[in-house]
Each structure stands twice: as C-alpha cells, then as structure tokens.
C-alpha cells in the first residue's frame, strides 16, 4: 500500500510540476522523503471507500488537507470529501448513514448524546482545532460602539473589546423600538455559546431556552437567531441582524467588503477553545473499528502538517478551492496566517487565531465537552438540574480519546509524532480562568462552574 501511495504521490507531482504547481510540487516531494524515513503500520481496513461531510468554513482544512495530501490514501482510505448546505443537514446524514463521518460543531454530537434536539449515538475521536471564530457587528453598530471602547496611545482600540461597549448600543436600540438582532449558526454551535458568553459577561441578557421556546429568546435583550456561516456578511448588509458571531472567512469577508467590523475573536472570549469536532457514529466506529482509526491518524497527522512553519500558504491555496472553501485566498489567508484584520488596515498579529495540532488541539479532552453541557444547561437547553456524575458519564459516551491515543501511538512508531505530541491526561485540562470575565473553569466541578453565573440557570447542589 505505500508502494502504491508512493507512485500516486509521485505522479501528482510530475502532474503538478508541468502546471507550474512549486508549492505543491515541493510539499509532495517532502511527503515522499517521510514515507522513506517512516515505518508504516498496516491495519486491516473494514470499510476503505468513505464520504465526509463538511461546512465551507477554513477549520475543515484537515480533512481538505489529509485527502489533498495523500494521508488517507497512506492509510488504505478512499475517501470522497462533499461540502453540505447547513448543520443541520450535516447531523442528519451522518446519523442516517449517508455520511461516513463529518466535520461537525463540537456542540452537535454532545446535544445528541444530552438529549437536545435529534438525539443518537454519535462520537468524535479528532478535536478538529482551536479558536476560529470572530463576532462582527455593522458600521452602524460599531459606529456607536466604538466611542465607548477604550484606546492606546495611537488611538487604536485597546482588545479584547468586551460586550461592555455593546450595551448602551442595545440600550438605545430598545429605547427607539428597535429589536437587537444577531446571527449565529446553530443553536448547538459553539458561536451560540460563545456569543451568550461575551454578551451575559456584560449584563447583557442572550436569552433562555425553554420547552415552549425553543428560539431560546425568553427574556432576552438581544435576539440570537440560525444564519447558515456562508449567508452571514450578506444578512448583515441587507440589515436583517445587527450582528454575528461565525467562523473564519465570514468575519473577515465583511471587512473585505467594507460592510462590518469584527470587534473581538472567541480566542478572547475563552483562550484556545475547541471549535469543531470529526463525528462518526458509535455503529461506525464499533462495525469498522480499524477503519475509525485509520482516519483518526490521518486527521493527525493532518493536524500537525497545519501548524508546521510554513505551510499555511499552501493551506490557503488548497482550501480557496471552490470544492472546498472557496473564498477569495487573499481573505482567507487573512487569519489563516497568522494574522486577524479588525476595523479595515487593522490588521493584528493573532497567530493563535486558527490552531490545529500545538497546545494537543486534536486530543479530545473530557473537560472540553463537558464546558459545551454546562452552557447547554445554563441557558435552558438542558431543562433540568443535573448532578456533577451526569456531566461526566455523558461526555465519556461521547469523547473518544482511547481511539485517539491508539492512533498517536501508532503515529509514534511509525515517525510521525514524537513522545511531547502526546499528552498525559486522564482527559481532563486543568482548571483555567482565560475567559473574558475571568470566571474560573474546572472541568471536574460542572455544577459549581454552573451555579457561578450570574445570569443562567442553577444546578440544584446534590
């Protein structure tokens, strides 16, 4: 099988070369020296023919980058990679078996497993990345916004830009009967939850869930409704929503555009936080449990080949392809390169923006879905009160870190990672206050990490 996946690579690179293609051409001639250098363990693959899904957002790049780089393949996978209209569209084929696995909101397999929405049995052994996501508002908006945020000594904003600037800009909004609207993608979305957080963190209240409500609007002083990533910048020129909270090139395709103005990234809202997940379903991965590994181990090595130095630019390249992304590259390489552009030639070094292997990205951890079930509680998704055991139990159904280990020690003996690429975990990250608010998160107390919020619902203490 290498033999064959070395003469493929090796004609996709006389391919390129006669299309003037260097940086390909350069990446696939470094591929074949690791293929020499590695060890190849060989699994008997189940199922080889496989379809992915995926949202044309840049975090999906390591499933663009281990099909475009021959990682499946290595790993005796053929794997077809489809792009999908919405979420929602995502979970249902996966679930249905019409979709092998997908890239997937982290907060989608966990509300299927927690009993929100369309439940099932679905389980994510790859954290696909860190960070990601933007919240943008209008010119309007920020026009009003920006005089209550603070300043340097060359009069640029001082960041992060906390919701605190927002709320005399609702204030008004509600004084003039104008309902506060803003966007983001799904209900189970980290940005739902992200956007919650920067908002109630101010006094701001997002609004609640209940089993009447399900636009999760009770109470509310903003309005947060479903906006498909892709439709962001154009429903906030047509002035639809005020606002959104989405992944990368959407927030930087309104500075683009001159229609909106990012004011703070979720690298701020909560530093390095899980962004997306790859989901298969527990049938999947128990029916073709080589087959499952042999993906977690190219969405590894993936992962690593992303946050190597250098190869960024070639990323952006392979994902501004219109089977992919398929935005303009210059926005796209915008955040995918270290950088993040705020209010039009503010561009800031952010070079932890878009993460996909340092920090064990991929590793994942039990205390990063359990974060995703306290919000889900906290805002009433999750109606009633549950114990700390509850938190735990449902997560370890879900987070699959054994089949992770099992595919890094087999990159391990094969040369692919080194000993300091693998963490030593019992699955949980240690306490940490690198929020906005500065509110202390434990992964091992859910409940008190509930109750500490001022604005949510309480876990009754049992």
Not at 244 to 266: L, M
Request: hydrophobic share 40%; with cysteine.
């Amino acid at each position: 099988m290498q033999k064959l996946s070395s003469l493929i690579v090796l004609a996709l690179a006389v391919l390129i070369a006669g299309c003037g293609g260097s940086n390909y051409k350069n990446v696939v001639e470094n591929k074949l020296e690791e293929q020499e250098e590695s060890t190849k363990t060989t699994l008997a693959i189940e199922k080889p023919q496989l379809t992915f899904g995926f949202i044309k957002l840049t975090d999906m790049a390591p499933l663009a980058i281990a099909k475009e780089l021959g990682f499946f393949e290595e790993e005796g996978l053929y794997v077809t990679i489809e792009a999908q209209s919405n979420w929602k569209n995502v979970l249902d084929r996966v679930i249905d078996g019409q979709l092998d696995g997908s890239h997937m909101l982290a907060g989608q397999p966990i509300a299927a497993g927690a009993g929100f929405g369309r439940q099932a049995e679905l389980v994510t052994p790859f954290s696909m990345d860190l960070n990601g996501n933007g919240i943008t508002v209008s010119n309007e908006v920020w026009s009003k916004m920006k005089p209550n945020v603070p300043t340097d000594t060359e009069g640029k904003p001082v960041h992060p830009i906390k919701a605190d600037a927002l709320k005399p800009v609702v204030a008004d909004f509600k004084k003039d009967g104008r309902p506060f609207k803003m966007g983001m993608v799904f209900p189970v979305s980290t940005h739902n939850y992200e956007i919650r957080y920067w908002l109630a963190a101010a006094g701001i209240n997002p609004g609640f869930y209940t089993r009447d409500n399900i636009q999760g609007q009770v109470d509310a002083d903003v309005l947060l409704s479903v906006t498909p990533p892709p439709q962001m910048p154009a429903t906030l020129e047509a002035g639809t929503i005020y606002g959104y909270c989405v992944g990368e090139p959407w927030n930087q395709q309104a500075v683009f555009k001159g229609i909106g103005v990012p004011v703070t990234t979720n690298y701020d809202v909560w530093k390095n936080n899980p962004e997306k997940v790859f989901v298969m379903t527990k049938s999947f991965v128990e029916k073709y449990p080589n087959t499952a590994l042999a993906v977690t181990k190219a969405l590894i090595r993936a992962g690593k080949w992303l946050d190597e130095p250098g190869n960024r630019p070639t990323a952006v390249g392979i994902l501004a392809k219109s089977a992919y992304v398929g935005a303009d590259s210059i926005v796209i390489a915008n955040s995918m390169t270290g950088t993040f552009e705020f209010e039009k030639g503010d561009k800031r070094d952010m070079p932890d923006f878009n993460v996909f292997f340092r920090y064990h990205a991929t590793y994942p951890y039990y205390s990063d879905g359990i974060w995703f079930l306290t919000q889900m509680r906290r805002w009433g998704q999750i109606p009633e009160s549950k114990p700390d055991s509850w938190y735990h139990e449902t997560i370890k159904n879900i987070y699959r870190p054994d089949i992770w280990q099992k595919a890094a020690q087999l990159l391990l003996e094969e040369g692919h990672l080194s000993a300091e690429d693998i963490p030593d975990t019992d699955g949980y990250k240690p306490a940490t206050a690198d929020f906005i608010d500065g509110t202390t998160y434990d992964g091992k107390d859910p409940v008190g990490y509930v109750n500490s919020f001022q604005i949510g619902n309480k876990d009754e203490v049992q």
